[in-house]
């Protein structure tokens, strides 16, 4: 259908009224993570997840092989004069492979997952599953060995990143009966000590897609978590929020762009003083490097960063314009 003249002259006028109204509004404007523990951190490997001790002075973090089959636990600590250590792998993680580690506000316990067979199981090869585990801290601050956690959290199929609040109920993700999609995100509130069965936190947050690692807030008043397959996808794998009003999860949404690519965003967690949220990213343009967090310097600990393999990222939380707490 052909517009004349005086057609194309409506059209833009209602184009720039709308155009008026989408800048009145501000949209979000893009923003740039930047990379994060270059040569320790973020490596020329498989680097993803950042669990931090409550004080900062210590954290948590994974690898994985080259196929991202297997994964591994490290530890690091902050030294005299601001140096980390080199990572060395914690008690409950020298075997079997292990990922997705959360540390409780208190610093004293841990959550992860694991392949490892089951208590009283004779078995010497790892199980098809991941469930998820958990160890103590001990007087010497040294991590004990690991516990499985009672059911009904775990189940025969795999359950990813287990992320508790400030009163213990425990977050995680999981394919399993009454889901929405491939896998969902479910919570198992801590009633007199005794974890419940879990409840599936909905539609306002799964969807047919797969939802799979949830950050919870201390306070339950956000969530932030890792989606694929959703209707509004950026890449494989991305990253939204959504915030608790009234004891009910609202839409979740995408956070800001620039965080999202192509690639695959995944593995989030946020800083114990609530100040930064990081993530990992296989994405090509990691950006300046940064400050480097490897000692002694080695080029070879930074050779590859952005080569597509998962890099750590962080961006200041209050990019995501969270309502105030209430």
Same mark, same amino acid.
């Given at each position: +259908?052909?517009?004349?003249?005086? *057609?194309?002259?409506?059209?833009?006028?209602?184009?720039? @009224?709308?155009?008026?109204?989408?800048?009145?509004?501000?949209?979000?404007?893009?923003?740039?993570?930047?990379?994060?523990?270059?040569?320790? %951190?973020?490596?020329?490997?498989?680097? %993803?997840?950042?669990?931090?001790?409550?004080?900062?002075?210590?954290?948590?973090?994974?690898?994985?092989?080259?196929?991202?089959?297997?994964?591994?636990?490290?530890?690091?600590?902050?030294? +005299? #004069?601001?140096?980390?250590?080199?990572?060395?792998?914690?008690?409950?993680?020298?075997?079997?492979?292990?990922?997705?580690?959360?540390?409780?506000?208190?610093?004293?316990? @841990?959550?992860?997952?694991?392949?490892?067979?089951?208590?009283?199981?004779?078995?010497?090869?790892?199980?098809?599953?991941?469930?998820?585990?958990?160890?103590?801290?001990?007087?010497?601050?040294?991590?004990?060995?690991?516990?499985?956690?009672?059911?009904?959290?775990?189940?025969?199929?795999?359950?990813?990143?287990? !992320?508790?609040?400030?009163?213990?109920?425990?977050?995680?993700?999981?394919?399993?009966?009454?889901?929405?999609?491939?896998?969902?995100?479910?919570?198992?509130?801590?009633?007199? #000590?005794?974890?419940?069965?879990?409840?599936?936190?909905?539609?306002?947050?799964?969807?047919?897609?797969?939802?799979? &690692?949830?950050?919870?807030?201390?306070?339950?008043?956000?969530?932030? %978590?890792?989606?694929?397959?959703?209707?509004?996808?950026?890449?494989?794998?991305?990253?939204?929020?959504? &915030?608790?009003?009234?004891?009910?999860?609202?839409?979740?949404?995408?956070?800001?762009? #620039?965080?999202?690519?192509?690639?695959?965003?995944?593995?989030?967690? @946020?800083?114990?003083?609530?100040?930064?949220?990081?993530?990992?990213?296989?994405?090509?343009?990691?950006?300046?490097?940064?400050?480097?967090?490897?000692?002694?310097?080695?080029?070879?600990?930074?050779?590859?960063?952005?080569?597509?393999? *998962?890099? @750590?990222?962080?961006?200041?939380? !209050?990019?995501?314009?969270?309502?105030?707490?209430?």
């Amino acid at each position: +259908r052909r517009l004349t003249r005086c *057609g194309i002259a409506s059209t833009l006028l209602v184009a720039a @009224v709308l155009l008026s109204a989408f800048v009145g509004r501000r949209a979000p404007a893009a923003v740039r993570p930047e990379l994060f523990g270059a040569g320790l %951190f973020s490596t020329g490997a498989w680097d %993803f997840f950042v669990a931090w001790a409550p004080d900062g002075r210590s954290a948590l973090f994974c690898r994985a092989d080259d196929e991202f089959s297997t994964f591994q636990i490290f530890e690091t600590r902050r030294e +005299r #004069g601001g140096r980390w250590s080199a990572p060395r792998v914690p008690a409950f993680a020298r075997e079997w492979s292990n990922a997705d580690p959360h540390i409780t506000r208190d610093g004293r316990t @841990v959550y992860f997952i694991s392949n490892r067979p089951l208590p009283g199981d004779t078995a010497t090869t790892p199980r098809p599953s991941y469930d998820i585990w958990y160890a103590e801290r001990g007087p010497g601050g040294e991590w004990g060995e690991a516990r499985h956690l009672d059911a009904p959290a775990n189940t025969p199929a795999t359950e990813w990143s287990p !992320s508790l609040s400030a009163g213990g109920n425990l977050y995680f993700g999981a394919a399993r009966r009454g889901g929405k999609g491939q896998n969902d995100l479910w919570v198992s509130r801590l009633v007199d #000590g005794v974890y419940q069965p879990p409840e599936n936190l909905g539609d306002s947050i799964n969807t047919a897609g797969s939802e799979i &690692e949830p950050w919870i807030a201390p306070d339950e008043s956000y969530l932030i %978590f890792s989606g694929a397959a959703r209707a509004d996808s950026v890449g494989g794998y991305d990253l939204y929020v959504s &915030e608790r009003r009234n004891g009910v999860w609202q839409r979740a949404r995408l956070l800001p762009r #620039g965080v999202n690519t192509p690639a695959l965003e995944f593995n989030q967690s @946020v800083s114990p003083d609530g100040r930064w949220l990081y993530f990992s990213s296989t994405r090509r343009d990691p950006g300046p490097l940064g400050p480097r967090f490897d000692w002694p310097r080695h080029p070879a600990n930074v050779a590859g960063i952005g080569s597509g393999t *998962g890099d @750590v990222y962080r961006i200041p939380i !209050s990019v995501l314009g969270l309502s105030r707490r209430r």
